[in-house]
């Protein structure tokens, strides 16, 4: 049996609908028992978190695990918890770790890369078998953006001229599945990404072709984007990490394209263009009776 943690966010949402579609029924965990109702139809799951871990006997029902948490402080402390209590429960399943490409890069001082890297060192050392998944950066990340693409024709960020190969989450979770499902992945590490490495300027580009308008790229000065960052609420620790990740990013170190997705699902990575008119809402739309933008 798999379970699979994460499973009301990005990644996990798509890989239930995956697993369930391949006809294996997966396991979500959530952490309170209302979220059921926003898992795909007919999910089954348990109500447990990573630092509130299902019991022994809850864990010994699953080979597999799909091991996912938020890019946040306490990341390392929450997977090593969970991870812990698997093995104090005296079994040994088959562990698929969501990790970020440039963890496995010991020069990569991200601290989300590093984070990953942390929890991998304490895998390591459990013995238990397990697969990592590295994800570049997620097209979802664009949303983030689409208020100011919509209203301003603009598409801000601090990446330079720094290219990237943006996957989106489906193609994440695809891979996922595949892992979960088959054997023969123990012990590797797949670099998931999308089918080419796009700068911002090709991002507004593909924008802009997609949504007949014109979107601009703004290469933002770091302090500004810290600025703006910390201004929208965003935690501290959050706002440092997504500062390193796009001076990683300038430095050139996130263009790697590989072709995971295509070998583990059969099908092309998904390319921007499809990802984007799949959310034209998002960014052209305003939902009716919207305010205007400057209220
Ligand atoms: N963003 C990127 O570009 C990118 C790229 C590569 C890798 N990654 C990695 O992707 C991961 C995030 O994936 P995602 O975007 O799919 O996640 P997400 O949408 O942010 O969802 C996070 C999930 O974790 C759950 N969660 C939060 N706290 C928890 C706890 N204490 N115990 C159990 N579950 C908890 C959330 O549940 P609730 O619904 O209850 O909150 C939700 O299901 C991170 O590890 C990040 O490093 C991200």
Known sequence: MILVTGATGRVGFHLMEDLTDAGVQPTAMVRIDAQAGSLPTGSQHIVATLDDPPSADELRNFDRIFLLSPSREQQVELEIRFLDAVVAAGH??????LAADGFQDLDCDV??????????VHLEATELPVTYLAA?????????????????GLLPAPAGDGRIGFVATSDVAG???HVLTHDGHVDRTYVVTGPEALSYADVAG??????????EYADVPPYQAKADLLASGVDPWVVDGTLELYEWVRNGAADTVTDEVPKATGEDARPLHDWLGELRGAFVGRPENAPPPSL
Do not use: C
Request: no cysteine; hydrophobic share 50%; aromatic share 6%.
């Open 136 to 152: 570049n950066m997620y097209m979802e990340n664009l949303l983030g953006a689409a208020d100011t693409i919509r209203d301003e």
């Open 175 to 177: 891979v996922a599945a």
């Open 206 to 215: 593909r924008i802009s072709a997609v949504f007949a308008r014109t979107v």
């Open 111 to 120: 601290r989300f890369m590093r984070n990953h890297r942390q929890v991998a």
């Open 92 to 97: 040994r399943p088959h562990i698929v770790k």
